[in-house]
Nanobody, 125 residues
């Protein structure tokens, strides 16, 4: 499975960006795809995740109400719409995927075996 993340960039605080993550190769009918991020000198943290089969989602508290994760099953692509961006959202954003992740574990990094290369998001104040 290959994951290709795109859509990062530089934006002013309060602005918006949409990240995309396209999956290719073997694709699972029951995969979960998630977004994680890593800011400089910080550990990688969970942002949001979505389950392909029923669209169930989970969000980190820090992004609830501002970020929306969605999927296009026909394109094997997941999107992360980021609104009301803050400087503290600055990070490299990674997409990840795997099968059979239960809802309560969707925020757990080690549940994901497949990772994309990351895309930089920079929010200026």
């Amino acid at each position: 499975v290959q994951l290709q993340a795109s859509g990062g960039g530089l934006v002013q605080a309060g602005g918006s960006l949409r990240l995309s993550c396209a999956a290719s190769g073997r694709t699972f009918s029951r995969y979960v795809m998630g977004w994680f991020r890593q800011a400089p000198e910080k550990e990688r943290e969970f942002v949001a995740a979505i389950r392909r089969s029923d669209g169930a989602t989970r969000y980190a508290d820090s992004v609830k109400g501002r970020f929306t994760i969605s999927r296009d099953n026909a394109k094997n692509t997941v999107y992360l719409q980021m609104n009301s961006l803050k400087p503290e959202d600055t990070a490299i954003y990674y997409c990840a995927a795997d099968e059979y992740i239960i809802l309560s574990a969707m925020a757990v990094e080690n549940q994901y075996a497949y990772w994309g290369q990351g895309t930089q998001v920079t929010v200026s104040s």
